[in-house]
C-alpha cells in the first residue's frame, strides 16, 4: 500500500548505522520471512478453498478462497509496518492514510461478494457471517505467525 509510505518513522532510524554501500537489501532472512509469508497465505487460502468445495461447491469455494486472500493482504500490512517490534505498538493508529486505505479494501471486498451487480463481475456469491469470520481467522494467521517470531527473536536478545 502506498500509504505505508507516510506512516511515521520508527524511534531511533536515525541512530541506526547506514546499510553498507555493498550490502544486498533483501538479506537472507528478510527473503525468509517473505517466504513464510507466502507459505502461510498459500496454505491458508488452500485450505479454507478445500474445505469450502468440499462443503458449499466451487463458486462459494472460490470466493471464500478470494476474500481470505484479500484479509491475508489487510493483515501483512501490519508486518511491513514494524520489521522487528511488535505491531501493536503506540504508532498502530498513527497513519489515518493506511486505515482509511485499509477500509476502504475492506469496504471493496464486502461490495464485490454482496453486491448483485459486482457479484456478475468478479463470479462471487454471498458468503455466511460465519465464513467472513473463519476468512479473518484463517487470515490473521500472517500476523500472528509474525509477531511469535518477533517475540521469540527480542526475548533470544535479552537473554
Known amino acids: ?7 511515521p518513522p520508527r524511534a531511533g532510524v536515525m541512530d541506526a548505522a547506514p546499510r553498507a554501500p555493498g550490502q544486498a537489501i533483501l538479506s537472507g532472512a528478510r527473503i525468509a520471512r517473505l517466504a513464510q509469508f507466502g507459505l ?37 500490512v501490519m508486518n511491513a509496518r514494524s520489521e522487528h517490534g511488535s505491531a501493536f ?30 457479484q456478475a463481475v468478479f463470479n462471487t456469491v454471498d458468503l455466511r457471517l460465519e465464513d467472513w469470520g473463519l476468512g479473518v481467522l484463517v487470515a490473521s494467521t500472517v500476523l500472528w505467525i509474525e509477531e ?9 536478545r535479552k537473554s
Do not use: I
Open 40 to 76: 502461510t497465505m498459500a496454505v491458508g487460502t488452500l485450505a479454507v478453498f478445500v474445505w469450502a468445495l468440499d462443503v458449499h461447491g466451487e463458486a462459494y469455494a472460490l470466493t471464500l478462497a478470494f476474500t481470505t486472500f484479500v484479509l491475508f493482504q489487510f493483515f501483512n
Open 89 to 118: 505498538n503506540r504508532q498502530m493508529f498513527s497513519n489515518g492514510k493506511l486505515w482509511a486505505a485499509l477500509g476502504a479494501v475492506l469496504a471493496l471486498q464486502v461490495l464485490v461478494v454482496n453486491w448483485g451487480p459486482a
Open 148 to 156: 511469535a517470531r518477533k517475540l521469540m527473536a527480542r526475548c533470544a
Open 1 to 7: 500500500a502506498m500509504t505505508l509510505g507516510v506512516d
